[in-house]
């Protein structure tokens, strides 16, 4: 059974830092793995889509990577900014259906 | 695009009433998903649909709760009745599906309903 770990719970860092985000997997036959972003009270953002067949995909100032054989994905946020402060989730696809196993989300903090 | 639609976005009751939850989905996704998301246990799948048809309820919590989707742009969650161990942030989401032959399940979520019951 695929389980998503994600540790840690939170992290507080300065502004202007570059900061990783860990995501850990079970089970290495995942369909893709996705990033999300929730801020207090609100709906959740897919920020990230990765295959299972790509390494990592990159939007603006946020990098996914992909290692399967390793069961990680890490969400890589360059020069972090107060607006960034949200609670990040991910979530593993498997094969032949549309599930999405959830890890726990870790809940960032950008000081200012 | 408006994105997926949820109504009410709050809504407080009292234990023993029903309650409706409503969404509509991006318009030509072919899956829509319910979740429920609490402290505790965190984001939770309720069901989810695949062109309006229910294809994996085992996450609904007991009878109480129930769900349909009468059409493509239209899906209700209903508790009956409410007691406040339902109390929770209730999603809706939506996904493309299959298209050329490949399968897009990026998901869309709602903004949610927060439930209240007393």
């Known amino acids: 059974k695929q389980e998503v770990t994600q540790i840690p719970a939170a992290l507080s860092v300065p502004e202007g830092e570059n900061l990783v985000l860990n995501c850990s997997f079970t089970d290495s036959a995942i369909y893709n793995l996705q990033w999300f972003r929730q801020d207090p009270g609100k709906g959740l953002t897919s920020l990230l889509l990765i295959q299972s067949s790509q390494r990592e995909q990159t939007s603006g100032r946020l990098n996914a990577s992909l290692d399967k054989s390793s069961g990680r994905s890490t969400l890589y946020i360059a020069a972090s900014q107060p607006g960034d402060s949200a609670t990040y989730l991910c979530?593993?696809?498997?094969?032949?259906?549309?599930?999405?196993?959830w890890g726990a989300g870790t809940k960032l903090i950008i000081k200012p | 695009d408006a994105g997926v639609i949820q109504s009410p976005r709050h809504e407080v009751t009292e234990m023993g009433q029903e309650v409706t939850l409503r969404c509509k989905p991006i318009s030509g996704h072919d899956y829509l998903f319910w979740y429920r998301q609490t402290m505790m246990r965190g984001l939770e799948l309720l069901i989810y649909?695949?062109?309006?048809?229910?294809?994996?309820d085992s996450g609904m919590p007991e009878d109480r709760f129930s769900a349909k989707m009468p059409n493509a742009s239209f899906s209700t969650l209903k508790i009956q009745p409410s007691e406040p161990r339902d109390s929770a942030v209730y999603f809706c989401?939506?996904?493309?599906?299959?298209?050329?032959?490949?399968?897009?399940?990026?998901?869309?979520f709602g903004p949610g309903t927060r439930l209240t019951v007393l």
């Open positions: 649909f695949n062109n309006n048809v229910p294809i994996d």
């Open positions: 979530a593993a696809s498997e094969d032949s259906n549309y599930q999405l196993i």
């Open positions: 989401a939506s996904s493309p599906g299959t298209s050329g032959g490949r399968s897009y399940n990026e998901q869309f």
